[in-house]
């Protein structure tokens, strides 16, 4: 797709099964019944092939709209492990320590 840079096709691609593609495609089928409806005709019978389409179209945008999701969330990650990488100061490992530690000790009142 035009929006996405060519290192977006390192990344693998998404599954078809999907939320945006299902939650995209859904909500294309409603607004074909909705079409339907207000123009007086029986909403699930009326204009199939119109809410196959409204489906197909729905499916592939939010197919797409997960691949656009995918590469900004990997970009933010690389730009953020290379933040971590070049100022390891600021990024230290702090000491374990046992969750006896970290309670008070308990001194049970009667």
Known sequence: MVLLPEEAKVLPPPGILNRNSFWVGTMSWLAALLHNALNHRPPLK???HR????????????????????????????????????????????????????????????
Do not use: C
């Open 46 to 48: 009326a204009g199939v």
């Open 51 to 110: 809410q196959v389409l409204f489906v197909s179209i729905g499916w592939f945008l939010g197919y797409h709209l997960t691949k656009w999701e995918n590469y900004t969330h990997a970009k933010l990650d690389r730009d953020m492990s290379e933040y971590m990488r070049l100022r390891p100061e600021l990024f230290q490992q702090k000491e374990k320590k046992t969750f006896a530690e970290v309670l008070e000790k308990f001194y049970p009142i009667r």
